[in-house]
């Protein structure tokens, strides 16, 4: 069905930057609202960010807010998420997901349909 591929991840120090990048396969991603969420060792699989299909409207977890910035680009399949200022407990799995049913924006982790690989961001103090 749908296939979600996240690149990006890496090592940085505290303070840095990376920028995720997260491309689906299909025909129908604008169709989509498609979020991140991420997971650290021994932890849930939390929310981090969600874009809307067509209004373009963002929503962020409080702990990334003026940090972190999700963008998608239709024309590219790709789903972007911006990580600046980047602190030891932003590391974790970083995994891009797809919701597929029309509604409102959308935290859970239920609520999405496809989920990728996961790529890993690891920040050291």
């Known amino acids: 069905q749908v296939q979600l591929v996240e690149s990006g991840g890496g090592l940085v120090q505290a303070g840095g930057s990376l920028r995720l990048s997260c491309v689906a396969s299909?025909?129908?991603?604008?169709?989509?609202?498609m979020g991140w969420f991420r997971q650290a060792p021994g932890k849930e699989r939390d929310f981090v960010a969600t874009?809307?299909?067509?209004?373009?409207?963002?929503y962020y977890t409080d702990s990334v807010k003026g940090r972190f910035t999700i963008s998608r680009d239709n024309a590219k399949n790709t789903v972007y998420l911006q990580m600046n200022s980047l602190k030891p407990e932003d590391t974790a799995v970083y995994y891009c997901?797809?919701?597929?049913?029309?509604?409102?924006?959308?935290?859970?982790?239920?609520?999405?349909?496809?989920w990728g690989q996961g790529t890993q961001v690891a920040v050291s103090s």
């Open positions: 997901a797809a919701r597929t049913v029309y509604g409102s924006i959308a935290t859970r982790r239920d609520e999405y349909d496809y």
């Open positions: 299909g025909r129908t991603f604008s169709t989509y609202a």
């Open positions: 874009i809307a299909r067509n209004t373009g409207v963002t």
